[in-house]
Structures are given as C-alpha cells and as structure tokens.
C-alpha cells in the first residue's frame, strides 16, 4: 500500500527552524509533483511549497525567502527546511504527492496524515 509518511514536526520558538521530512512508503512507478500544505485551527489548508520531478518550485508568498523545498528523486522524499519561524506558522504540515502507482495508470494525488509544528512567541 503506498502511503506518504511524514516526520519532522514539533515546538520551536519564534525565529527558529524546523525541518519536514517526507517519504513515499510502497512501490510506485513514478513519483511527480510534491509539495507541503498546511492547515491552522479554523482555517482552511493552503498550499505552502511544491516541487516538480524537475525542479520547478513554487512558493506561497507567506514561504517565500523563509522556506525551501527540496526533494531527492531517487529516494522518493521530500523537504520543507524552514527558518524564521513565526507563530502564524503554527499548523498541521501535511505532504502532498502526485503518484502514478503502475504504469498505464494515472496519476493520482496522496496526502500524508499531517505532522503539527507550533511556533511559539
């Protein structure tokens, strides 16, 4: 069963940095675009970053010049490396991957279950 497994979340304090992390679990024929959203209490999930297979990012305008995305093809992972934190970054980080599971398939979107980060002033 594919499945996105994140890791990385946590506490930090405001103007620190924090790492996500995010793997595909399971077998799959091709992995294209993956990116990191994220969801705040009583706000609806937006879109943070993504990458495509080649390298194309694009960045919310709240990420850009704080958080980078990167990614390793051959491992199938993803990354958010994030610094400057700020207390409206607190929210649950959940990554996002557009999967093709065989080949004569589709794509087809998989979210992981969402890690929390909390910033705190």
């Known amino acids: 069963q594919v499945q996105l497994v994140e890791s990385g979340g946590g506490l930090v304090q405001a103007g620190g940095s924090l790492t996500l992390s995010c793997a595909v679990s399971g077998t799959v024929f091709r992995v294209g675009t993956m990116g990191w959203h994220r969801q705040a209490p009583g706000k609806q999930r937006e879109l943070v970053a993504t990458?495509?297979?080649?390298?194309?990012?694009n960045y919310a305008d709240s990420a850009k010049g704080r958080f980078t995305i990167s990614r390793d093809n051959a491992k199938k992972m993803v990354f958010l490396q994030m610094n400057s934190l700020k207390p409206e970054d607190t929210a649950v980080y959940y990554c996002?991957?557009?999967?093709?599971?065989?080949?004569?398939?589709?794509?087809?979107?998989?979210w992981g279950q969402g890690t929390q980060v909390t910033v705190s002033s």
């Open positions: 990458m495509t297979s080649g390298g194309n990012t």
């Open positions: 996002n991957a557009a999967l093709l599971p065989t080949m004569g398939t589709r794509f087809s979107d998989y």
